[in-house]
């Protein structure tokens, strides 16, 4: 089906794991977003890609690594998970800005729990 | 400060009331102004949004940007349990990111 999908949906690991999270999309979207989601913060951007091999950080992009090899896939890597990045995290794409205007389109998002 | 800023709620109306979310913005270069609507554990989804100031409709739903002061509105007519929801605003100005406020829960109550 076409869209935006995340894998895994939940999922729980220990302090100093590394976790990788998965993003997919069918739409050919040029970018590509990462944001996490906590109670009184909203949502806060982690990084987002441009095309294949081009990222960029966002807001709190510490302790994060991103690639993005192909149009499709961008995957989010936590190489040391720290119970501060228990969060939902959310993948997004959006065609090329038109003026400036992103359309963003989310996937369903990953329930990440570090103990 | 946030950038942008939104009364978390929750907002608790009955059904066919109308709804008024709002949202206020510190970046006067803000241009692009967007609605997510986010129900419980799903990611949000893009409502409306406009460009600059001024009105935009869609069905029950209506998006209106005041540059003047800096303030966002969303108003949502003939309320329905449907329409329970997080919803998000955000901003941007042409080349940068969005900027999303934390969201208000809105609870329509038949």
């Known amino acids: 089906d076409a869209g935006i999908t995340q894998s895994p949906r939940y999922k729980i690991t220990e302090t100093g794991r590394q976790v990788t999270l998965m993003c997919h999309q069918t739409?050919?979207?040029?970018?590509m977003f990462w944001y996490r989601q906590d109670l009184g913060h909203g949502l806060r951007l982690i990084y987002y890609?441009?095309?294949?091999?081009?990222?960029d950080k966002g807001e709190v992009p510490d302790g994060y690594v991103v690639s993005r090899s192909k149009t499709e896939n961008f995957p989010l890597t936590l190489e040391s998970a720290t119970r501060s990045q228990t969060s939902v995290y959310f993948c997004?794409?959006?065609?090329?800005?038109?003026?400036?205007?992103?359309?963003?389109?989310f996937g369903p998002g990953t329930r990440l729990t570090v103990t | 400060q946030k950038e942008v800023e939104q009364d978390p709620g929750p907002l608790s109306v009955p059904e066919g009331a109308i709804v008024s979310l709002n949202c206020t913005y510190s970046?006067?270069?803000?241009?692009?102004f967007m609605w997510y609507r986010q129900y419980s554990r799903k990611g949000p989804e893009l409502l409306m949004y406009?460009?600059?100031?001024g009105n935009k409709e869609d069905g029950r739903f209506t998006a209106q940007v005041d540059k003047s002061s800096k303030y966002i509105s969303l108003f949502i007519r003939d309320s329905q349990p449907s329409d329970s929801a997080t919803y998000l605003c955000?901003?941007?100005?042409?080349?940068?990111?969005?900027?999303f406020g934390g969201g208000t829960r809105l609870m329509v109550k038949p």
């Open positions: 890609s441009a095309a294949a091999d081009i990222t």
């Open positions: 406009t460009y600059s100031s």
């Open positions: 997004a794409s959006s065609p090329a800005p038109s003026g400036g205007l992103y359309e963003q389109y």
């Open positions: 955000a901003a941007n100005n042409a080349g940068n990111m969005l900027t």
């Open positions: 970046n006067s270069a803000f241009q692009y």
């Open positions: 739409w050919s979207h040029s970018y």
